[in-house]
Nanobody
């Protein structure tokens, strides 16, 4: 059984920072890559960032590039999303995901077959 547990969400003022964590257990630990997605009210889920367990390459959405940093602690099967210079537009539920698709790009939600429960990030103006 795969499990992803996110933590670190909360309320922050614009310009502030938060760090999200995602701990993988079970089958999720054998995935190729981990990703972060977010979904704002009334909007579709969108890609934020991704990282492979066994490669240094990282991927970012244009809207967060330069402000967010995804990192991993492989020994703990944990990935992080450091979010700086937060903007009210970043307000959303953030989801961690694990996947191993050989067909879809790592920035596509279909790459992933395990999802966390989500953690709320609210940025006040």
């Amino acid at each position: 059984q795969a499990q992803l547990v996110e933590s670190g969400g909360g309320l922050v003022q614009a310009g502030g920072s938060l760090r999200l964590s995602c701990a993988a257990s079970g089958r999720a630990r054998s995935s190729y890559a981990m990703g972060w997605f977010r979904q704002a009210p009334g909007k579709e889920r969108e890609f934020v960032a991704a990282i492979y367990w066994h490669a240094p390459t990282t991927y970012y959405a244009v809207s967060v590039n330069g402000r967010f940093t995804i990192s991993k602690e492989a020994a703990k099967f944990t990935v992080y999303l450091q979010m700086n210079k937060l903007d009210p537009a970043d307000t959303a539920v953030y989801y961690c995901a694990a996947g191993s698709s050989t067909y879809y790009d790592v920035r596509h939600s279909n790459f992933y077959d395990n999802w966390g429960q989500g953690t709320q990030v609210t940025v006040s103006s």
